[in-house]
């Protein structure tokens, strides 16, 4: 009955670094890497720690049928484990093994090709997901009409929605029936409906005895969808605990971690000087950054910089973008006249600029922040729109006894008066 | 198991692949695991497939280029090798001997030019999918196929317009086209992989397919080269299938022999140490491309 459907021993990946995505090497760089010419002295600075493990040591056994939450900060690992587990990459140490077909739903729409039709792309994505083309003819029909998209079957996809787009491309990986499924923070991309549908086709899976990993941030879905959850940090499993326990612990420990972004010497553009932008930071009331906040408490932004040279009129400022790109709003800190007076010139120096931002504000969920600095009409001096992730939970917030999420980005704690006004009562 | 019935039916469907899978790190050259390969047979059919729907929907002319290519390529070489230069053509009409050579040739510089990119072309699938990566540049090879038949077709034109009648030895064709087609795979295997590992291979392709073409006898026949040069000439193993090609269909050139055995050797020392080589790098495509 409780048969084993993967099994994770000792498992490690390493990447050396300038070997993550996009860092391609040129011919010359190997060249001169092996005859040792001399890199100019900040180059070698920057690749000092030569690699990392971005996942060292991790042990587990998932039952089959059973439904296993993975949750951690951004960079903890959750992803590098992923791929591993289907297959993307390899491990450097360890050993993996699997029961099974392993489907994701992260590989939504992968292959899709914007010139062909439906039909064709229903092929191709469910021939490259893993499946055979008499599978896929047996579950054609059943995928059109979940996809809904019966009427442009023949029309080539770069017509579509992107509703019907991205619908089509679920209903796809939905139908590859795998015997693990592996679900990657599907909660951040899609509207409310596709969402629903993908924590549908879930409990589904899971009912027929499949196993499912659910990878996510939004530790209301993590509760009410898993029994049991992983906690990874830094590459290492912290914690195996039941589903409630994982999460707290998660969240009062993640707060100490992360939720801070130091800008490289190789990241601020040439024209930001004399503006030198150090960090941001997301702060709890005791000045410890912290990677989640809560919506029923206020949190603090903080955003570190040098300035080489006094600038007149500088203000500097943040955005709260939702994780679909939607601005939520814009502050600067001297948004206050009488603090525009007082900071009208900032002589050189290192500074922070920090807000509180009150509770009950921002709905659950994931958000962005953004950073500026600039002088109004004059000069922008640096922009970075996507400087920090962190999310909302919304433990504590108006609401919360229904289980359900709330769509807009507030979620404002708010007074009703509820009067029976038929004369009933009284 | 709640729905025990449900799933047990269902396993019936997708329980061809419901082994256990071992992923474990691998080191040095790798074993090939052509089984995964034969387990995604049909994935190669749909890459190919969309390979070529998608040149055919989205170029203007479509099919016209799988002929326009190799028969201008004829033109000019007629004007000015055949006609100006006067380079011997072993008895038969320039125009006919020269797109003879050149059918397999584009066969084998577009297979290169297009896999040499398939790998870094397909990042998204690579970086989120599992599946046999050497399916990519096998792909992109085997799309070429339906562009060599279609010039096949004008060449069969062209020598019903010159009066050249076919030798008996046109049934060999199949065997040289899988001799073009294990070379272009073999070295097209090495350059996707290195172009995963090195961007310079888009800088060198153009210039290795010029050189490349310098010195297989497609502009003139190998009966210039001295005798005793010829068995290194036929290192080249697209010497072997040229040749090959113009003695099945023109009865001129050498008749297989040494010649087609050594280019036969080396295109299958290409397409093995292609094939390890590729093996021994797919690991690092996740995270490289």
Not at chain 1, 161 to 174: D, E, I, K, N, Q
Not at chain 1, 332 to 338: H, K, L, Q, V
Request: glycine share 8%; with cysteine; charged share 20%.
């Amino acid at each position: 009955m409780s048969q084993t459907a993967i099994h994770v021993e000792n498992l490690g990946k390493q990447y050396r670094l300038g070997q993550q995505v996009g860092n391609y090497r040129t011919l010359r760089e190997t060249l001169s890497g092996r005859f040792g010419a001399k890199k100019a002295p900040e180059e070698q600075k920057a690749l000092l720690p030569e690699s990392i493990w971005a996942l060292e040591d991790v042990s587990f056994d998932v039952e089959q049928g059973s439904v296993l939450g993975v949750v951690g900060r951004n960079g903890a690992g959750k992803s590098t484990l992923l791929k591993i587990l289907s297959r993307v990459t390899e491990p450097t140490k360890g050993l993996v093994e699997v029961y099974g077909r392993v489907g994701s739903l992260l590989e939504v729409g992968t292959g899709f090709h914007p010139e062909l039709t439906g039909r064709e792309n229903i092929f191709l994505n469910g021939a490259i997901l893993g499946m055979k083309k008499t599978e896929i003819e047996a579950k054609f029909d059943e995928i059109v009409s979940f996809a809904e998209v019966e009427t442009f079957i023949d029309t080539p996809v770069k017509r579509y929605s992107s509703g019907m787009y991205l619908r089509l491309a679920f209903a796809v990986a939905a139908h590859l029936e795998p015997e693990i499924l592996v679900v990657d923070e599907v909660l951040a991309v899609g509207d409310a409906e596709f969402q629903r549908k993908c924590l549908g086709k879930m409990s589904d899976v899971a009912k027929e005895g499949r196993t499912v990993l659910f990878v996510s941030h939004n530790m209301s879905a993590i509760l009410r969808l898993t029994q049991e959850t992983l906690v990874i940090d830094k590459g290492h499993l912290l914690l195996r605990a039941p589903t409630v326990e994982a999460v707290d612990f998660y969240l009062s420990r993640g707060l100490t971690q992360e939720g801070q972004r130091l800008w490289q010497p190789d990241e601020i553009p040439a024209q930001a000087a004399p503006f030198k932008p150090v960090a941001v930071r997301l702060l709890d009331k005791q000045d410890h950054v912290m990677e989640a906040a809560r919506c029923s408490e206020p949190f603090y932004l903080e955003v570190e910089y040098q300035l080489h040279k006094a600038i007149k009129g500088l203000r500097v400022g943040i955005y709260i973008l939702t994780s679909q790109g939607e601005f939520v709003f814009t502050s600067f800190d001297t948004d206050d006249p009488e603090k525009f007076e007082e900071y009208s010139q900032r002589p050189a120096g290192t500074y922070k600029s920090r807000v509180e931002v009150p509770p009950y504000l921002l709905n659950g969920g994931r958000y962005v922040v953004g950073v500026n600095a600039s002088s109004y009409r004059i000069k922008t001096y640096f922009h970075d729109e996507q400087a920090l992730a962190f999310n909302m939970d919304v433990t504590g917030a108006p609401g919360t006894q229904w289980p359900e999420n709330r769509l807009g980005p507030v979620r404002p704690k708010l007074t009703w008066q509820i009067t029976q006004t038929n004369g009933g009562g009284e | 198991m709640v729905s025990g019935k449900q799933s047990v039916e269902e396993r019936s469907v997708t329980r061809t692949e419901a082994r256990k899978i071992i992923i474990r790190p691998t080191s040095g050259w790798a074993a090939l695991n052509l089984r995964d390969l034969w387990v995604y047979r049909e994935l190669v059919y749909f890459m190919t497939w969309r390979d070529l729907k998608v040149r055919y929907k989205q170029t203007a002319l479509g099919a016209a280029w799988a002929i326009l290519q190799p028969f201008l390529t004829m033109v000019v070489f007629s004007i000015f090798f055949g006609s100006l230069a006067g380079v011997p053509s072993d008895g038969v009409p320039y125009p006919i001997f020269s797109y003879t050579a050149l059918i397999p040739w584009t066969l084998f510089s577009k297979a290169l030019q297009d896999a040499s990119r398939s790998l870094v072309n397909s990042s998204h699938m690579i970086t989120k999918v599992y599946f046999p990566r050497m399916i990519l540049p096998l792909a992109s090879v085997l799309a070429g196929i339906v562009d060599f038949l279609i010039a096949f077709v004008v060449l069969l034109a062209m020598m019903a317009f010159y009066h050249v009648v076919p030798t008996a030895n046109i049934w060999t064709i199949p065997l040289f086209l899988i001799l073009a087609l294990i070379t272009a795979t073999g070295v097209s295997l090495w350059l996707s992989a290195l172009n995963v590992l090195y961007r310079d291979i888009n800088y060198v392709l153009p210039f290795l397919t010029q050189f490349w073409m310098y010195i297989t006898p497609i502009a003139y026949p190998s009966s210039m080269v001295p005798e005793k040069w010829r068995l290194l000439y036929a290192v080249n193993p697209m010497t072997g299938v040229v040749e090959g090609f113009r003695w099945a269909l023109l009865g001129s050139g050498q008749a297989p022999g040494m010649m087609t055995l050594v280019s036969t050797l080396v295109a299958i020392v290409l397409l093995v140490s292609g094939m390890f080589y590729f093996k021994r790098m797919e690991r690092l495509f996740a995270d490289m491309v």
